[in-house]
């Protein structure tokens, strides 16, 4: 018998949590691995967010809230939106849930019928095409080289478009390119999207603060006002405020997309954590110097991870504009054999050697979609990235 569902047969584990068990089962038999699989801050959470945690648990605020999110939360997203992005929702246009990946899943949910398309530009979030999967739609996956930036363009965006397009996704900064859109990159992608009415937009900005060079960030919803009424902007306090375990994403977009959303919410978790969502009230409303030193510092990492990754014969990087991730480039090493006889015939295989033999974890390009890459996470400190970096020249000068 089968216990499992013929809609999980499509479905892949996350490749980053993969890899990062991989590290994992490794150091449990002693290796001495250094995990650059999952992207996720190592800073503490801030201790004004902790301490009004704190005081929401000991002031009783320990009960179901409503599906969408506590009207405080829903309020301090809606401020938020208009102090940072020049965007005016009210919280009746706001939903808050488990993480940015929940609002995806339920925005999914939501809409999708069997066959309907999502375009995800390539390199994406690994997550996308298996939602995407879960829920019945076909991800149709557009390859953004590195020659423009890794950036969708609007001839490659109009030659995706079909009948069934129900979504086009954007992620800025990219995970895993680091790739920021400007202003008139998404007008030029809005004039595509004006002519095709049948298609709305998911704009994940989760790494809106962690942007490099002085670039300011632009929302989507900012860029392209006019598709207000086609436009979910998703966000959350994970990587911005060093808050990944809290579990608190929330989406803003047209009222009858986010009642639906919280429906589905309602008939499944009922809620987020309370204390999570008091917690994201102080991180939002609160001062927000600790979330400029993490820009800084992810900002210092990035350019030591660039300057030594150049230097190795072999890799290429396009310096990352945002986000905490190297998206490395392997084509010269694909077809050349490792020490042990072993031909790296692509990046999984390139990914494998490095952790079996550098003893450094990462993920693959494959699980992005564009290959030949492979992904490190550079939110880890400057001392863990330059052992990385030594070990992975090491690894590589060794390859025939
Ligand atoms: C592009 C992107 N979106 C969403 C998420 C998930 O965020 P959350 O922790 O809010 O679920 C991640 C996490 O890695 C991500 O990289």
């Known amino acids: 018998m089968s216990y499992i569902a013929s809609r999980l047969s499509v479905v892949k584990p996350s490749a980053s949590m993969a890899a990062s068990q991989a590290a994992k089962a490794l150091r449990a038999k002693g290796v001495d691995v250094i995990d650059l699989g999952l992207g996720e801050p190592d800073f503490p959470t801030p201790l004004h967010i902790i301490d009004a945690?704190?005081?929401?648990?000991?002031?009783?605020?320990?009960?179901?809230?409503?599906?969408?999110?506590?009207?405080?939360?829903?309020?301090?997203?809606?401020?938020?939106?208009?102090?940072?992005?020049?965007?005016?929702?009210?919280?009746?246009?706001?939903?808050?849930?488990?993480?940015?990946?929940?609002?995806?899943?339920?925005?999914?949910?939501?809409?999708?019928?069997?066959?309907?398309?999502?375009?995800l530009p390539a390199p994406y979030f690994v997550s996308y095409p298996e939602m995407v999967k879960l829920l019945g739609g076909t991800p149709v996956v557009v390859e953004c080289p590195e020659t423009t930036g890794f950036r969708l363009t609007p001839s490659l965006l109009e030659k995706a478009i079909t009948p069934r397009t129900k979504w086009l996704f954007l992620n800025m900064p990219g995970n895993p390119s680091g790739t920021v859109y400007s202003e008139s990159d998404l007008k030029a992608l809005g004039a595509v999207l004006a002519k095709h009415p049948h298609v709305l937009v998911l704009s994940d900005e989760i790494y809106e603060h962690i942007l490099f060079d002085g670039r300011e960030f632009v929302s989507f919803g900012k860029a392209c006002p006019e598709l207000k009424e086609r436009t979910l902007i998703v966000n959350g306090v994970s990587k911005s405020y060093a808050m990944t375990g809290w579990r608190v994403g929330y989406a803003a977009g047209p009222a009858p997309l986010v009642k639906a959303m919280s429906t589905i919410q309602s008939q499944s978790c009922t809620s987020v954590c309370s204390i999570a969502q008091a917690a994201t009230v102080a991180a939002l409303n609160g001062p927000q110097d600790e979330v400029a030193r993490f820009r800084k510092a992810f900002e210092a990492r990035r350019n030591l991870v660039v300057d030594g990754i150049r230097k190795i014969n072999g890799l290429t990087l396009s310096p990352p504009e945002g986000a905490f991730y190297a998206y490395i480039g392997c084509a010269s090493l694909i077809g050349r054999k490792t020490p042990k006889g072993v031909v790296l015939e692509d990046d999984v295989a390139v990914a494998n050697y490095l952790l079996n033999d550098g003893r450094v974890a990462s993920v693959p390009g494959v699980a992005y979609g564009l290959s030949p890459y492979f992904r490190i996470s550079t939110a880890t400190s400057e001392e863990v990235l330059t052992e990385a970096i030594a070990r992975i020249n090491a690894a590589i000068a060794q390859v025939e």
């Open 53 to 119: 945690a704190h005081f929401a648990a000991k002031a009783g605020q320990t009960l179901y809230t409503a599906a969408a999110g506590t009207p405080e939360v829903r309020e301090a997203v809606a401020r938020k939106f208009r102090r940072e992005n020049g965007l005016d929702y009210t919280a009746d246009d706001i939903v808050v849930a488990n993480g940015a990946k929940q609002i995806i899943f339920n925005a999914l949910m939501a809409t999708l019928e069997t066959g309907d398309e999502a375009i």
